[in-house]
């Protein structure tokens, strides 16, 4: 399908002379429209809820619009659940899925009154210990080892994953909880990351579904949840498949009335955490041509850079790119585009056919929203850029200043250095 940009050429200058680029900009409509489809297509479970991935895009702003649209907080660590506090999103409206978890980061999940999930079975006396009583409902993370595989392709490999526990560690913990005091229990797994196809949450489903069967018949507890975690993917790439959410859920329906009713487990509630399906498509970071060079290649040189969007770099991750007011033209030019790190993988694209760029073109890459910002760093003194949002009346607010060096020198206070501005 052809990507297009929720930004024309006039809309964007309107923004840039009151924000300068780079800056991502998040789509409040789109976000609304794709978390109500979200709602839509489990609301054949009425305990279903979706805990937006924090980690994804944590601006609380973005938090707020997807509370209002029924979702809570999936967190992972102390300055996620204060973000999630900070917008009014606290006890079962948060899920508190960490790793390697520090104990200031347990006891905060815990005061807040979240879902804890716990990574491991040793945290069961970890969590015992942080709290005052163990709360009434606990969430186990899974960890299947093998391989997970759907038809005939090896999705990834459980094995060689960190996470989670195996079966029978979680039938330990369940029972040790159960002696300490926990009433009902939730599972959760995260084994495939940015799937395009419909089927990944159904298998997951499946395999959790008749995980909790056995969880129940090996220790009579009460599971009142199973959390399908993230990995429902998003199309970078134009000529990708789409997920298509109704036909996941219908999915995941029809799994449920095969193995959780039949079973007497038909009051098991439904949650997902997902980022990149809430955000990505719903956010853009939109850049500016700098300069331009020609030697072995043609170079369009932008400025943002992979300090703004590390996907490209880290992952050699394809995100489309439109050069505003010339969606229509014919891509008859060749282009690696760039930022200005001192690191050669610091290209959004490589040989890239686009149309032809002049200097202060303004470029927009696609699916940005999730991801995105979040995972900017300060390499080679950059700045971390400005976050904005389109709102659905058509005007823009800023919903996050860009950084300023006084930013980058805060951690220097109280050393005898001056900086400038
Ligand atoms: C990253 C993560 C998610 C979200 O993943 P997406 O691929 O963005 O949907 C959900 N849950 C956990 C535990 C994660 O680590």
Known sequence: MKKTSFLTLEKAKRIIQDIPTPFHIYDEAGIRKNARALKEAFSWNPGFKEFFAVKATPNPYILQILQEEGCGCDCSSYTELLLAEAVGVTGHEIMFSSNVTPEQDMRKAYELGAYINLDDATHVEFLARVADKVPETVCLRYNPGGSFSLGNTIMDMPRDAKYGM?????????????????????????????????????????????????????????????????????????????????TIGEGVRARYEQILTPNGMGDIAIFTELGRFMLAPYGHLVSTVLHQKHIYREYVGLDACAADLMRPAMYGAYHHITVLGKEDAILDHVYDVTGGLCENNDKFAIERSLPHIEIGDILVIHDTGAHG???????????????VLLREDGSHMLIRRAEKPADYFATFDGTPFKFGN
């Open 166 to 246: 195996t079966e029978d560690q979680m039938a330990g913990a369940i029972n040790r909880l159960m002696a300490l005091g926990t009433k009902h229990f939730g599972i959760h797994a995260f084994l495939a990351s940015n799937t395009t196809t419909n089927e990944y949450y159904p298998e997951l489903a499946a395999n959790l579904f008749r995980l909790a069967v056995r969880l129940r018949n090996a220790t009579g507890a009460h599971i009142a949840f199973v959390n399908l975690s993230g990995g429902v993917g998003v199309d970078y790439r134009p000529e990708q498949p789409c997920c298509d959410i109704r």
């Open 373 to 387: 910002h979040s995972m900017g760093y300060n390499y080679n003194g950059k700045l971390r850029s400005a976050e």
